[in-house]
């Protein structure tokens, strides 16, 4: 149980493109979806926060301009990367809490490698 | 300040060689205490989630342990499908807060 399915699992495209992301909960309700940014060998950076339904909460740095976080349904979250640009490669990780007790772990998906020429 | 601090950052162990990963957190209020590993290029896989001091989970040759100031994982005879690097995150209230992980490399 408690799977997180990630789409796509890498894309290549070039600067000025934007980009979708899709991250779904498979076998849950998702009430709470995280987006991460992860730089090699580094550990997970958090871009924002979403809750079904609400707008999404961005933390310091993170141009939500730039970074559109919708969470439309209790199952399926996207961040689209606008107008991205070189300096917007990384590997990007969504991962997906349930409701129930507020304690309960997040499920990641497997990423996204993203790569602006 | 809350903060969380994994050591070592990298770990060689030849295969059966048991050994611990620490976890250590300065959060008021714990709510939980999660462990999770992941593998190169793959989003993070849940192991365990630790609530209070004392707490105590096992999964096959992985076991974690929480005091009020750190979480151990045991790893038990490892084998080279256990090198992975592997995080620990607490979350207070509503935040999480990831450590920079542990990089285990178990040599045949």
């Known amino acids: 149980g408690a799977v997180v399915s990630q789409h796509p699992s890498w894309v290549i495209c070039k600067s000025g493109t934007s980009v979708k992301i899709e991250c779904r909960s498979l076998?849950?309700?998702?009430?709470?979806m995280f987006w991460y940014r992860q730089f090699p060998k580094q550990s997970l950076m958090l871009m924002a926060t979403?809750?079904?339904?609400?707008?999404?909460?961005?933390e310091q740095g993170v141009e939500k301009d730039k970074f559109l976080i919708n969470h439309a349904s209790l199952t399926l979250s996207t961040l689209t990367v606008t107008s991205a640009h070189p300096e917007d490669s990384s590997f990007y990780i969504c991962?997906?809490?349930?409701?129930?007790?507020?304690?309960?772990?997040?499920?990641f998906g497997d990423g996204t490698r993203l790569s602006i020429l | 300040e809350d903060q969380v601090t994994q050591s070592p950052e990298a770990l060689r162990l030849q295969e059966g060689e048991s050994s611990s990963l620490n976890c250590s957190y300065t959060?008021?209020?714990?709510?939980?205490l999660f462990w999770y590993r992941q593998d190169p290029g793959k989003g993070p896989e849940f192991l365990f989630t630790?609530?209070?001091a004392g707490e105590e989970k096992e999964k096959e040759r992985l076991k974690a342990t929480l005091t009020k100031k750190e979480s151990f994982l045991h790893i038990t005879a490892p084998k080279p499908e256990d090198s992975a690097t592997y995080l620990c995150?607490?979350?207070?209230?509503?935040?999480?807060?990831f450590g920079t992980g542990t990089s285990l490399t178990v040599i045949p």
């Open positions: 991962s997906a809490r349930g409701g129930g007790s507020s304690n309960q772990p997040q499920h």
């Open positions: 959060v008021s209020g714990l709510r939980g």
């Open positions: 630790l609530y209070s």
């Open positions: 979403s809750n079904e339904g609400s707008k999404a909460t961005y």
């Open positions: 076998d849950f309700q998702a009430t709470t």
């Open positions: 995150a607490v979350q207070t209230g509503n935040q999480f807060y």
